[in-house]
């Protein structure tokens, strides 16, 4: 099997026949950014979530109270400044507002304001001279995306692949709060070596061969690295050992790798022009590009040891197509893939334990994310953000 | 609304437009005594809760084990010198001593002293050279009281609001353990602010009024600081909100806020000639007075984290009186107020989470407290005091 | 009473009127040794509880799978060290092998090789290049035995009780893993003064009387410690408090001691010619001898709060008397003694909190344990040891 891949995109040399180091110091920016980066647009919840009351939820370390004021949400510092109590136990006393329980010091949901001390009555000399962070919000899919970064965020359209801006779809999705670090997650996302040995017993692959091993390379596509077959191999005789192989007879193999070369390719999807099915980007988006739909996996980093874990599935198509998709969803793909299939990748990212490490010929896939950080020099989350109280 | 204080023993002037700074460093005794202050008694228990089983407490941090006598309640420190067992799971093996109960060191519980060691007979050379710490313990209005300090304790009458010395009244009361610093709790029982929006869905104020703000001040009285209102408004138009009240039509307004004021006032409450409802005086004890009852709460340490949270209510009656009051605090009183109402402070307790704070008019109650620290200089608890295994 | 003990074998002078310091200062290789001793086997778990299913136990610190092949166990570092995932989560994919389930790294359960790559081919260039540490294990009277330390292992026997190595015997035995730290076990395992005070309530001793207090010294007998009593004491008036004994109406004495001098005496027991009828010897076994049985314990250290407690039971007979003592093991021995009795050490063991300490006269049997240690210089797992995810 070959690539269309440009070789001046790749990302570097073949595999090294020596292991690389067995900690994390040759990417110091990713070996830092246990929080993940500054300014960029995380997806956190579906807009159903929040309703009047308000709902805490913790972004890269940070503490924030989500808020609806009729169609909008929006978000602030779930911390009053006066003693240190959760906005997100408040009530809302007054349209546009929220309360702080203990003494009603009253904050603009726009601006994060004191706009009212209900205690201190109306000439209270605190009064707009008090402000908790606010956090821009967008409400985009049914999702609630917030922007964790200084100044003016960047349109979230600059945060979300390309193909979801312009085009109709329909989506299905998932997310949950899993433990392990981010980067545990991400790295498994990539990981071109697992899912052959992890995932051979999932129900989602029951029908379907994977490969026993393959060779890799990772290209350059845009914002994007891709990883490419260069060979892929379905079984193999392992010396000493045995026959390794995914192969059984009821089992049936699987479509090309790279999407494009499938026949009935949806039009959107064979337009990416992809040389393999999976990619990756800042700060934390998985692409996993069928024929027919495309898999996505957002890694929002919760504190050190969660990840706020954002599944979606998405299908190109409008009206019967669509509404389709939209069954096949809710009556398997949920359950089997968003459920099952990566229900072990979060058994796996709970457990895992590195640095230390000892990366093997696949992982360029994991080492090209890293390196891949590091020439973006994103602006890392510093640890000191973390909110004590969660 | 005017007050009766005295102007030069106000606490100082009239509260800063300017909100003090966020840390505690301008209180720096009070900002070390996470644990409290020695040289004081506190409650801890009600004498039936016990009995010949000895029962561990923790006060100040430290490790007590209670032991009753016949009649008499003795404090120990809760730890064998030995080999560090707690005393508290010993035997009662001898009257007038307790037992470890790994070697059967017995210790005397008069004074600590080891007056026998089982397993190494009667000439054991030990016996008399080792003993435990003990506390001074006092059995009043059936609570028992332990003092942790140095030297001989100062009476604990000392130690009690004045009008509980001499005169005669009828007590209910609660005792428990919250979450919290125990600086956490005080500063909430002498708080102006809170009560006017936390307090409003309280069941005992379902049909009373409070006020919407208030304009306060602090004056010293004897070991006390009273908080004192200036105005008191019961409903305010805040700008660009609209109305705060607290009004319903089928509330009723409630008593002056000084309690000498009202009609039919008890008399020994009356004697008091207190300018407000509320004071508090170290080590930690607010009054709450009424016409005819008095509140009291003490904030007893327990460690960093929990305070013990003592209520007593006290009616100042004899004879069918007191035996109503009795039968209404327990019919009532002890859900409405030291049930429901107090666990919202609990509550706020709790998830309270200071310094950095930003404080406003009303936390001129708070800042008057912590001078009253300050200028009294007690004798902080060292952090070290904290016994590392409860 | 006398004894046998040949004085020049005198773990030194009779306890000193002083007690000796708080700290442990004294014993500096025992102070250091809170995760206990290389270079030497331990028993950690019957050879019926591993099947073919790894299963994980922490030893010293280190994390260990232990995994069957066939009639043998094997003993591997429970690490991958491509990404650190437990390989007791890791599948059996070949024979004599275990398979990390993350990326089917196959390791050859003999030597720890890296013997299969599956998902990098048959050609993956780390083959052969990365070894996870194995552990020699013995199997021997139904137990897994592992060794924790550097080189080449000296055989089993060398840390066995010697009458262990060529007699006949049946064996009954528990264990299990208790709270604390492996010294306190120990410690209280040899400990002289406990057992009249703590074990007095025991059902096991309901219907034996146990000495109300003891003079005793410490011999040597090659790798062991023995207790020795120089006097017994069935009563004692212990001043001011009153009649100290453990006699009752139903209670009958107890033999003799040292268990050479009873009656009957199995010769193998009779053969060891013992002064005394406790003694302890590293890396921390304790012997337990009657004049028909044999009781053993092993404490073994898990991490610093936690120890494993291996008791045994052995009678030297074959045939008819050989069943009925393992009728009687299962039927009393196991409940009462294994199980209510030692429980109550369990108890003390995890309470216990030293130091500081005060130690008392019969605490030379402690203190002699301790040079014992001092004296014999072994190894000590360093405290980095422990492995951080248990």
Redesign the interface.
């Known amino acids: 099997m070959t690539t269309r891949s440009n070789p001046a995109e790749s990302t570097g040399a073949r595999p090294e026949?020596q292991?690389p180091g067995q900690d994390w110091s040759s990417w110091p920016i990713y070996d830092s950014a246990s929080l993940g980066f500054r300014d960029h647009w995380y997806p956190v919840l579906w807009e159903e979530q929040v309703g009047r009351k308000p709902v805490p939820v913790t972004l890269l370390g940070e503490r924030i109270a989500l808020v609806r004021q009729d169609d909008r949400i929006h978000a602030l510092h779930d911390?009053c400044?006066?003693?240190?109590?959760?906005l997100s136990?408040g009530r809302r006393?007054?349209p546009g507002?929220i309360?702080c329980?203990?003494?009603?010091?009253?904050y603009d949901l726009t601006d994060g304001k004191l706009?009212?001390?209900?205690?201190?009555?109306?000439d209270?000399?605190?009064r707009g001279?008090?402000s908790v962070r606010t956090y821009p919000v967008e409400q985009r899919f049914g999702l609630i995306w917030v922007y964790v970064g200084d100044g003016e965020p960047h349109p979230l359209d600059d945060d979300l692949p390309e193909e979801l801006r312009d085009n109709t779809f329909v989506l299905g999705g998932r997310t949950e709060i899993r433990k392990g670090n981010w980067r545990f997650a991400a790295e498994n996302g990539f990981d071109e070596?697992?899912a052959?040995?992890?995932h051979n017993t999932a129900l989602w692959r029951l029908f379907k061969v994977m490969p026993?091993?393959n060779?890799t390379k990772v290209v350059n596509r845009d914002k994007w690295i891709v990883r490419v077959q260069e060979e892929v191999?379905w079984e193999?005789?392992?010396?000493?050992?045995?026959l390794?192989t995914n192969k059984r007879w009821w089992k049936r193999m699987p479509l090309p790798d790279a999407p494009g070369k499938a026949k009935n390719v949806n039009p959107v999807i064979a337009s990416l022009d992809l040389p393999g099915f999976v990619s990756i980007r800042l700060p934390g988006i998985l692409r996993v590009a069928y024929p027919n739909f495309i898999h996505y996996e957002w890694y929002v980093p919760v504190d050190e040891d969660h990840v706020r874990y954002v599944q979606l599935m998405a299908r190109f198509e409008t009206g019967l197509k669509a509404q389709a998709f939209k069954l096949k969803y809710l009556a398997a793909v949920r359950w089997l893939f968003h459920g099952q299939f990566t229900a072990q990748d979060a058994w796996?990212v709970d457990?895992?334990?590195?640095p230390?490490?000892?990366?093997?010929?696949?992982d360029l896939s994991i080492t090209a994310w890293r390196r891949l950080v590091e020439r973006s020099s994103p602006k890392v989350q510093p640890t000191e953000a973390l909110d004590?109280?969660r």
């Open positions: 026949r292991p911390r400044p006066h003693r240190g109590v959760p136990l006393q007054f507002t309360s329980p203990y003494h009603g010091w009253t706009c009212g001390v209900l205690t201190d009555g109306p209270s000399p605190i001279r008090v070596g697992h052959k040995y992890l026993a091993w060779k191999h193999a005789e392992m010396p000493g050992l045995g390794w796996m457990v895992m334990d590195a230390p490490e000892k990366l093997y010929r696949p004590n109280k």
